[in-house]
């Protein structure tokens, strides 16, 4: 008599769910078990917040036009449940021909900080601890060097002895957020947005590790947000409210830029250090500002190729 080992269907959803979330346990394998159950902590809580329909949903990029509309339904009925609001998700698909790009002019900039909080409320961040996909940087003048800023400045700005550096998600054409992610739930996009499928995230915060900018956030609570402060139109990869327990960042507000808008960070800026648009357009101003101005990029020697870009005058 001969026997046959089981096998298991990797086609079913509750077993693909199940793997993802098993790769933290491998991811975590040489850590001690206290630093092990320390690491697993917010995945405990953020179990205990998902519904059967969230476990067993597929990877966004490999659903039907149908089930994608079923995900997002009941993503806006579990947000008016949970929130007590009225939101639309929506789906948005990057342009064709569309290569987004930004530019910030470290001369304008005096670090007043309203794209941090334009971005915070934007984005439906966590209200308690006031976060943001930003950071602005005081910086000594003469150095590109962020070790040598500081982000908790107080005071009156702009200093005479500083600049002000804002840094957020660089959308790199080589990110090393995506390569070390174990499930892919972080990929980029045609138009070169870096995005994140928060439902399939299982937060083993490698992204996190691995980014040289320190542009990913972490949930480590479920986010609270009051009913007449939530941003109502939203997107799946971008804006809506995010779970407890994933890993976050910024999106170039896609919500916003691929239906023809400008990022929210950009609207606030008061002094217009902030340029965003298609470099793959000849005529766009940010095509001009990288063809006629000396352009920098942050930690250059890393090979990352961002889609960030800093000038001055």
């Known amino acids: 008599m001969t026997t046959t080992e089981p096998t298991t269907n990797p086609s079913l959803p509750v077993l693909e769910n199940f793997s993802r979330r098993a790769a933290v346990k491998a991811g975590f394998a040489t850590l001690g078990a206290g630093a092990f159950a320390a690491a ?7 179990a205990k917040n998902t519904s ?10 490999e659903l039907s036009p149908e089930q994608k509309a079923d995900v997002l339904a009941r993503l806006e009925t579990e947000t008016k449940e949970k929130y007590n609001a009225e939101v639309t998700i929506a789906d948005d698909r990057p342009i064709p021909g569309t290569k ?87 990929w980029k996009e045609e138009d070169g947005i870096v995005v994140v499928d928060y439902n399939w995230c299982i937060g083993c915060r ?21 009913a007449k402060e939530l941003n109502p139109d939203q997107s799946y ?31 606030a800026c008061p002094t217009g250090a902030r340029v965003f648009g298609n470099i793959l357009d000849p005529n766009s101003n940010i095509r001009w ?23 001055f005058d």
């Open 100 to 186: 987004f790009v930004y530019a910030i002019n470290l001369s304008v900039c005096n670090g007043n900080g309203k794209c941090v909080e334009a971005c915070h409320k934007e984005n439906n961040h966590d209200r308690d601890t006031n976060q943001s996909y930003i950071r602005v940087i005081e910086m000594p003048k003469g150095t590109m060097d962020m070790e040598q800023g500081s982000t908790t400045y107080s005071g009156a700005v702009p200093k005479d002895d500083k600049f002000y550096l804002p840094v957020q998600c660089q959308q790199c054409d080589e990110p090393p957020c995506v390569d070390v992610c174990p499930v892919k739930a972080t």
């Open 40 to 46: 697993i902590s917010p995945l405990r809580q953020a």
């Open 237 to 267: 990869l971008s804006n809506r409210i995010r779970p407890v327990g994933v890993v976050e960042k910024c999106t170039y507000c896609l919500h916003r830029t691929r239906r023809g808008k400008l990022p929210a960070c950009l609207e």
């Open 52 to 61: 059967a329909a969230e476990f067993m949903q597929t990877h966004y990029t």
């Open 289 to 311: 500002i990288l063809e006629h101005k000396r352009v920098y990029i942050l930690k250059e020697e890393l090979g990352t190729k961002p889609a960030f870009f800093y000038y």
């Open 206 to 226: 490698y992204c996190e590790a691995a980014c040289p900018y320190h542009a990913r956030r972490f949930n480590w609570k479920k986010p609270e947000v009051p």
